[in-house]
């Protein structure tokens, strides 16, 4: 069920939609189509809107598997200007962005003008109002300690390709990620330090189990104490964390070992309350 | 500190120390990795390769528009300082004579929309045509470009920071040589230099002229406009791996002043780096590249 409104505020639809599929992906963004697979992206409805003496306006709708994984893509960028469309929004110079439902919408324009502004705006909520229900954000996010915690700094994802756009760990798939694997990576403001929180749930705990003795072998080149491993890693800066049952609870980046520790236990006891 | 051999994974402290991915490091202005005693970055004193940057202040307008007089003004600016010639015929004659057939590789993404602008092409076109190669025998194409037919390339790349590549500019460019793209897009894109040494391609790459009119230094895979910047920039030059490090740098620079903090391009472009060890297509050391910077200096971020 991917709409589109024919017209907005004199722009009318210019030329054939696009329909675009998994299988047809890389041939409408070659080098960009593993992204959105990335977070099980299902089908695409692209239209363009054109208004004499006005710049052109590309509207996509993007269909994911579920609205944590609209979620997901919406984070996937994160700079932009807040603004109220659909369950969360970003406009940033003629790019307008916003998650509803299992939906991913983009609505960009070849130029910025006032006007312009004023119709992608009219735009994304004629096509939110469209998309009948709200969904459910990933309840993964629940783990996030609220205290200090960067809002706009939240990307949530799956696999190892996401995780090295936000965060280079390793050239290799270090933490076992997957399409079955959950994951969010955060930042904190800690007075001078920001330390970054990095929570991965695996499918069961022999998978999260693994994936923790290989970072503390490869990436800390430390052995866990029980279930927890911190080190002292380049520029002063402290990295470990734990393994909480199907869970692993990362910190990248701290000030001191104490502040890693503290962070990985507040999550850790945020993460008692969150649904599987 | 080297990494232990027993790993063959490459982390981010592998990375950060300058352990590994060659001196990319160095390039991207990572703290701790820039190291006394082997020179200057960018001025080398013996240097391997050289890379004209040549920058206006006209080139692009307040609404992004490209002054095309100005881009061809810049480019004669940029061959001349390149090859050391006064006359800019003989400038381009130093590379191209009437005998050649030239492709023109530029860059056209229609998704991401960060294209090598016309002026750009226009320009390279015109002064080919003014030293003595036929206009019949110049084609600038991105996909379908005749290169079995060439004697001689052009590689005119834009510039972007990329998802999965790390940053795009003359080495990605012969990705459509390839006829299986995606392919080249896994492991860090680490395999993107042998499209250099395609036999239809090897040894015809003349010149290289970078569009970095408007770079984009964003996370992608689409345009956000807030992470694309006019930089009025053209470069010259005949190394590729060279000329991306330059680019790699100023695109870092960029990124860190827009965040306010370092924000590393992400992953580290892999492919860069096996341009120069495994493919040996030139140089990512910076202490080993000079660069001429001309024109208008402000926020050069090299």
């Given at each position: 069920?991917?709409?589109?409104?024919?017209?907005?505020?004199?722009?009318?639809?210019?030329?054939?939609?696009?329909?675009?599929?998994?299988?047809?992906?890389?041939?409408?963004?070659?080098?960009?189509?593993e992204?959105?697979?990335?977070?099980?992206f299902?089908r695409?409805?692209?239209?363009?809107?054109?208004?004499?003496?006005?710049?052109?306006?590309?509207?996509?709708?993007?269909?994911?598997a579920?609205?944590?994984d609209?979620?997901?893509?919406?984070?996937?960028?994160?700079d932009?200007?807040?603004?109220?469309?659909?369950?969360?929004?970003?406009?940033?110079?003629?790019?307008?962005?916003?998650?509803?439902?299992?939906?991913?919408?983009?609505?960009?324009?070849?130029?910025?003008?006032?006007?312009?502004?004023?119709?992608?705006?009219?735009?994304?909520?004629?096509?939110?109002?469209?998309?009948?229900?709200?969904g459910?954000?990933?309840?993964?996010?629940?783990?996030?300690?609220?205290?200090?915690?960067?809002?706009?700094?939240?990307?949530?994802?799956?696999?190892l390709?996401?995780?090295?756009?936000?965060?280079?760990?390793?050239?290799?798939?270090?933490?076992?990620?997957?399409?079955?694997?959950?994951?969010?990576?955060?930042?904190?403001?800690?007075?001078?330090?920001?330390?970054?929180?990095?929570?991965?749930?695996?499918?069961?705990?022999?998978?999260?189990?693994?994936?923790?003795?290989?970072?503390?072998?490869?990436?800390?080149?430390?052995?866990p104490?029980g279930?927890?491993?911190?080190?002292?890693?380049?520029?002063?800066?402290?990295?470990?964390?734990?393994?909480?049952?199907?869970?692993?609870?990362?910190?990248?980046?701290?000030?001191?070992?104490?502040?890693?520790?503290?962070?990985?236990?507040?999550?850790?006891?945020?993460?008692?309350?969150?649904?599987? | 500190?080297?990494?232990?051999?027993?790993?063959?994974?490459?982390?981010?402290?592998?990375?950060?120390?300058?352990?590994?991915?060659?001196?990319?490091?160095?390039?991207?202005?990572?703290?701790?990795?820039?190291?006394?005693?082997?020179?200057?970055?960018?001025?080398?004193?013996?240097?391997?390769?050289?890379?004209?940057l040549?920058r206006?202040?006209?080139?692009?307008?307040?609404?992004?528009?490209?002054?095309?007089?100005?881009?061809?003004?810049?480019?004669d600016?940029?061959?001349?300082?390149?090859?050391?010639?006064?006359?800019?015929?003989?400038?381009?004659?130093?590379?191209?004579?009437?005998?050649?057939?030239?492709?023109?590789?530029?860059?056209?993404?229609?998704?991401?929309?960060?294209?090598?602008?016309?002026?750009?092409?226009?320009?390279?076109?015109?002064?080919?045509?003014?030293?003595?190669?036929?206009?019949?025998?110049?084609?600038?194409?991105?996909?379908?470009?005749?290169?079995?037919?060439?004697?001689?390339?052009?590689?005119?790349?834009?510039?972007?920071?990329?998802?999965?590549?790390?940053?795009?500019?003359?080495?990605?460019?012969?990705?459509?040589?390839?006829?299986?793209?995606?392919?080249?897009?896994?492991?860090?894109?680490?395999?993107l230099?042998?499209?250099?040494?395609?036999?239809?391609?090897?040894?015809?790459?003349?010149?290289?002229?970078?569009?970095?009119?408007?770079?984009?230094?964003?996370?992608?895979?689409?345009i956000?406009?807030?992470?694309q910047?006019?930089?009025?920039?053209?470069?010259?030059?005949?190394?590729?791996?060279?000329?991306?490090?330059?680019?790699?740098?100023?695109?870092?620079?960029?990124?860190?002043?827009?965040?306010?903090?370092?924000?590393?391009?992400?992953?580290?472009?892999?492919?860069?780096?096996?341009?120069?060890t495994?493919?040996?297509?030139?140089?990512s050391?910076?202490?080993?590249?000079?660069l001429?910077?001309?024109?208008?200096?402000?926020?050069?971020?090299?």
């Amino acid at each position: 069920m991917l709409r589109l409104p024919q017209d907005v505020l004199g722009w009318k639809t210019d030329g054939p939609d696009k329909v675009v599929t998994r299988q047809t992906i890389f041939d409408y963004m070659d080098g960009g189509g593993e992204i959105y697979l990335a977070y099980d992206f299902q089908r695409l409805l692209a239209r363009e809107y054109a208004r004499p003496g006005a710049p052109r306006i590309v509207a996509e709708v993007y269909q994911m598997a579920s609205s944590g994984d609209a979620y997901g893509i919406f984070t996937h960028d994160t700079d932009g200007q807040p603004v109220s469309v659909g369950q969360m929004a970003l406009y940033s110079a003629g790019l307008l962005r916003f998650w509803k439902n299992r939906f991913f919408v983009r609505l960009q324009a070849e130029d910025e003008t006032p006007e312009v502004k004023t119709a992608l705006m009219a735009l994304g909520k004629q096509v939110a109002s469209g998309i009948p229900q709200e969904g459910k954000k990933p309840s993964l996010l629940m783990g996030l300690p609220p205290q200090d915690l960067i809002e706009s700094s939240i990307h949530y994802f799956h696999t190892l390709v996401s995780l090295n756009i936000h965060y280079f760990l390793a050239d290799s798939n270090l933490l076992n990620l997957n399409s079955s694997t959950e994951a969010i990576l955060a930042r904190y403001q800690q007075d001078r330090d920001r330390p970054r929180l990095l929570i991965v749930r695996y499918t069961g705990p022999s998978d999260a189990k693994a994936a923790f003795e290989q970072f503390s072998k490869v990436y800390l080149r430390e052995s866990p104490t029980g279930n927890a491993v911190f080190g002292k890693l380049e520029k002063e800066q402290f990295a470990g964390g734990r393994r909480e049952e199907r869970a692993l609870l990362l910190v990248f980046e701290a000030g001191s070992r104490e502040s890693a520790e503290k962070l990985v236990d507040l999550a850790a006891s945020r993460m008692k309350g969150v649904a599987p | 500190m080297s990494r232990p051999e027993e790993f063959n994974i490459v982390t981010r402290r592998d990375f950060l120390r300058g352990a590994a991915y060659g001196t990319l490091g160095l390039a991207m202005g990572v703290e701790g990795v820039a190291r006394a005693g082997q020179g200057s970055a960018f001025a080398a004193e013996e240097p391997l390769s050289q890379v004209v940057l040549v920058r206006h202040e006209a080139a692009v307008d307040a609404g992004h528009q490209v002054n095309s007089v100005v881009v061809a003004e810049m480019l004669d600016t940029a061959m001349k300082a390149f090859t050391r010639e006064g006359d800019i015929a003989n400038a381009w004659q130093r590379y191209f004579g009437p005998q050649d057939v030239v492709g023109i590789k530029y860059t056209r993404c229609s998704w991401h929309r960060i294209h090598v602008n016309q002026a750009v092409l226009d320009a390279i076109t015109d002064r080919l045509i003014t030293s003595g190669v036929a206009k019949s025998r110049v084609t600038a194409n991105d996909f379908g470009l005749p290169v079995k037919d060439c004697t001689a390339l052009i590689n005119v790349p834009s510039v972007k920071v990329h998802a999965l590549t790390g940053i795009a500019v003359s080495i990605k460019n012969y990705i459509n040589f390839t006829g299986n793209r995606t392919s080249y897009h896994f492991n860090g894109s680490s395999k993107l230099g042998e499209t250099w040494l395609l036999p239809e391609v090897k040894g015809k790459t003349r010149l290289i002229v970078v569009d970095m009119l408007r770079p984009y230094f964003g996370p992608g895979p689409q345009i956000n406009p807030l992470h694309q910047w006019d930089y009025k920039g053209i470069l010259v030059g005949t190394d590729p791996v060279a000329i991306d490090t330059v680019c790699l740098s100023i695109c870092q620079k960029k990124r860190n002043l827009f965040k306010g903090e370092e924000w590393l391009i992400s992953p580290p472009p892999r492919s860069l780096a096996t341009a120069d060890t495994v493919y040996h297509l030139g140089t990512s050391d910076p202490t080993k590249i000079k660069l001429t910077r001309l024109g208008w200096d402000k926020e050069q971020l090299i």
